[in-house]
């Protein structure tokens, strides 16, 4: 069991990894949009997923200014942003591996669910993180959050099936 430092470092650490997966997925949209990747229908979901992939990234900020402010838990906002960047870079990098030189819609909709999963399996460690502390505005918002990031991991694959159909 974690003792208290511990708890908050990885409160921390796990803060910003999904700041940056919600940045990296806003950004990725753009990305596979300009390259010509996503079709009518699923750019018009995926433009829906980017606009609240924006909208997490300002709960997120506010459960780390709300966790900044708490005089039991004091978060590093820079170590969260550190993370965060972090975070970011990799999951571009990913991107560009993953689809490769001269990527199809079926693959960047697979790297969609690829990104949805990771924010899914985050935000369930996240959540799980927030229960070490007496938040329950935090930990609400993660939990709210989490169901939507299932439900986009839900439409991305059903996305991915239908370009293959």
């Known amino acids: 069991m974690p003792n208290k430092k511990e708890n908050i470092e990885n409160l921390q650490q796990k803060l910003g990894e999904v700041l940056g997966l919600e940045r990296a ?25 980017q606009g609240e ?14 966790f900044s ?3 039991d838990v004091q978060l590093d906002i820079n170590k969260v942003e550190e993370s965060a960047k972090e975070t970011e870079e990799k999951v571009t ?5 993953y689809l490769g030189e001269e990527p ?17 399996s985050h935000y369930e460690v996240l959540s799980t993180i927030c229960e070490n502390f007496d938040n329950k505005k935090a930990k609400t918002t993660v939990k709210s959050i989490l169901k939507e ?17």
Request: proline residues 0%; hydrophobic residues 40%; charged residues 30%.
């Open 53 to 66: 992939a924006s909208t997490h990234e300002e709960k997120i900020q506010e459960v780390v200014s709300i």
């Open 93 to 97: 990098q990913i991107m560009k591996t």
């Open 149 to 165: 990031e299932q439900e986009h991991l839900t439409r991305c694959i059903t996305m991915a099936k239908q370009a293959v159909s």
């Open 25 to 49: 997925a806003q950004k990725a949209v753009t990305e596979l949009i300009s390259m010509k990747l996503l079709k009518a229908d699923s750019k018009n979901e995926a433009k829906e997923i």
């Open 69 to 71: 402010e708490d005089k």
């Open 104 to 120: 199809d819609t079926s693959e960047a909709l697979e790297f969609l669910c690829l990104a949805e999963g990771g924010e899914v």
